[in-house]
């Protein structure tokens, strides 16, 4: 009797489980064809949208190729800090080649001309340059560090090729966690004319929305905030450096903070939100608050874009002297392509103003 009752109840417990996994599942299903009959306000971003991207690419391109071109220079010399600056600027190269497409589709109040799959791999690339930015910034905040609070410990350990396995795991990664983006239900909607819109909501999307905010966004925001701040103790407390450098450090290191959560907080508090209002299951305003949240959502995109650009300006700042810098990669570019030596002189200087610039302000080079 006891056993019966036992197994009743279990069939019982499992029948409501069943019940409320379908209930759950069905308010999913029921919101996110709620959400895909809403008219969104398309044309409301679309001139500051354009005239954002087009900055951005006319800013960003120009400056991450020579960007990319001095730390390459750098990786030429096992500089281990370059090899982390270089993937930043590669990465930041590969989305704004993208940009002329989301600069046209924003334009178009949001028609997407060039097919699902198009649209599918830009959105693969501006979600992987976002993550792969973020985490390679948090190995540059990592690597400066353990070589300003760990300096003897760290000698000889901080090896280049550790720097480039790291790059590359990072990237591969990324890659490999956001292959879900070529199946999400936001990939491309509304019978082909949107991409990467706000559209149906399922779990997996929800997840995705989880994911991102806590590994993407939280737990990097508390490691530059941890490194950075220690940095910033060891650099006010060396007596080898004088106020001027102090006070630019500082500067530097406040604006790396500022700049990831200006960049990439309120993108990713969006998320979070969405989530949470799907979750919660009290939609019957649903398409109100997606509505309301919208123009938002499209600021939120637009400042993420703006990061791409950041990193060949906060390296400007932070060199001590970037035209004798670009002056010396110009010469050493020069001897290369004439099959000429350069002045014994030329590579040791150059070398030496970029060690003085990556020792002495730390994390000032972690660009993003």
């Known amino acids: 009797m006891e056993e019966e009752e036992a197994t009743f109840l279990c069939s019982s417990s499992r029948g409501v489980m069943d019940a409320a996994t379908v209930t759950q599942s069905g308010m999913l299903a029921a919101n996110s064809n709620a959400i895909r009959n809403c008219t969104l306000p398309f044309d409301q971003d679309t001139f500051p949208l354009t005239a954002l991207y087009i900055s951005v690419l006319s800013v960003g391109l120009p400056a991450n190729v ?18 982390y600056l270089l993937g930043l600027s590669l990465c930041d190269l590969t989305y704004l080649c993208t940009l002329p497409l989301w600069a046209i589709y924003i334009s178009a109040k949001h028609t997407w001309q060039w097919g699902p799959q198009a649209c599918r791999v830009t959105g693969y690339v501006f979600f992987t340059n976002m993550y792969i930015s973020i985490f390679l910034l ?4 990592i690597d400066r560090y353990v070589a300003v609070a760990y300096a003897v410990e760290s000698q000889g ?6 720097a480039a396995a790291v790059t590359v795991a990072v990237c591969l990664v990324v890659a490999a966690g956001h292959l879900p983006v070529f199946t999400m239900q936001e990939g491309y909607t509304d019978a082909g004319r949107r991409c990467f819109e706000p559209g149906g909501f399922s779990a997996t999307v929800m997840g995705f929305n989880y994911a991102r905010f806590f590994v993407g966004f939280v737990i990097p925001l508390g490691i530059l905030g941890f490194t950075n701040r220690a940095i910033l103790a060891n650099v006010q407390d060396s007596p080898s450096l004088g106020p001027r450098q102090k006070v630019k450090v500082k500067c530097l290191v406040v604006a790396i903070v500022a700049l990831f959560l200006v960049c990439f907080g309120p993108y990713h508090v969006i998320l979070l939100l969405r989530a949470i209002m799907h979750q919660s299951h009290s939609w019957g305003a649903g398409c109100d608050f997606e509505v309301s949240i919208y123009t938002p959502y499209t600021i939120s995109l637009g400042l993420s874009t703006i990061n791409s650009a950041a990193n060949p300006i906060l390296y400007v700042l932070s060199s001590d ?4 810098e670009i002056r010396e990669g110009v010469r050493g570019s020069c001897c ?3 099959g000429h030596q350069g002045s014994h002189s030329s590579q040791p200087r150059m070398n030496s103003i970029s060690m003085n610039l990556m020792d002495a302000a730390a994390a000032a080079n972690g660009i993003r």
């Open 138 to 141: 948090c190995c540059v905040s």
């Open 336 to 338: 290369l392509c004439t």
């Open 157 to 162: 350990r901080r090896g280049h090729r550790l």
């Open 66 to 83: 020579v960007t990319a071109y001095m730390t390459f220079l750098q990786v030429r010399r096992n500089n281990v800090l370059g090899i």
């Open 321 to 324: 002297n970037i035209r004798q």
